[in-house]
């Protein structure tokens, strides 16, 4: 019972999220809509029983950092954290801007989830990135006792999901959560692939 509870309240959120989506993609001349009008898409969307915000469209937010990464000489990798249907933190990897080697997408991404939660633990929240978390950022989401995972593009030479190491739902462990790999793999792994080609 308490379990289909958690569901269903999950569902309602990602529900009005897709619901405010397609609002904005509808009318995007209207940047800000009242509740009313909000609270009456999302009773439409529900009544048509209209699936929830599929992975791809955060996994496209976080290309969309990666390619910010890519912009500023960095490797391009992408995160995004989403809480309630709302992204509360973004993060591109920033490892030579910052002269830091901690600044991988997934920690920029989740400090800046905390700070907007007022919480280290991040119970409540999805990460979605754009390649295969290494054992740093896989221990970090451990953490932040993270509820999802989606990751993009396999990465055989340090990920820590399965492809090199197990950190993540590691038997041993007692955080476990949800993982999702292979979400826009291919557009994820083309970014790192043409970035390492023009670096050779
Ligand atoms: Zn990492």
């Known amino acids: 019972m308490p379990r289909d509870r958690r569901v269903n309240e999950y569902n309602d959120s990602a529900f009005q999220v897709h619901a405010i989506y ?7 001349e209207r940047r800000r809509f009242s509740r009313s009008a909000r609270n009456l898409i999302i009773t439409e969307i529900k009544e048509r029983r209209l699936t929830a915000v599929p992975d791809e469209h955060w996994m496209e937010e976080a290309l969309r ?5 890519l912009e500023s000489g960095e490797v391009p990798v992408g995160a995004v954290v989403v809480c309630d249907g709302k992204i509360v933190g973004r993060g591109s990897n920033r490892n030579l801007t910052d002269c830091d080697p901690t ?11 905390g700070v907007a939660r007022g919480n280290h633990r991040l119970e409540d929240c999805e990460l979605f990135v754009t390649i295969e978390p290494c054992a740093m950022c896989a ?13 993009g593009a396999d990465d055989p030479k340090a990920g820590a999901v399965g492809s090199v190491l197990e950190v993540l739902n590691h038997p041993r462990l007692n955080h476990q959560m949800e993982v999702r790999g292979g979400v826009l793999a291919g557009r994820c792994a083309e970014m790192l692939q043409s970035f390492f080609r023009t670096r050779r």
Request: charged content about 20%; overall charge positive; glycine content about 2%.
């Open 103 to 113: 600044a991988h997408a997934e920690i920029v991404a989740l400090r800046q989830a």
């Open 139 to 151: 221990g970090a989401m451990i953490h932040a006792r993270l509820k999802r995972l989606v990751y």
């Open 65 to 69: 950092a990666a390619q910010r990464a």
């Open 22 to 28: 397609n609002f904005a993609v509808r009318y995007p």
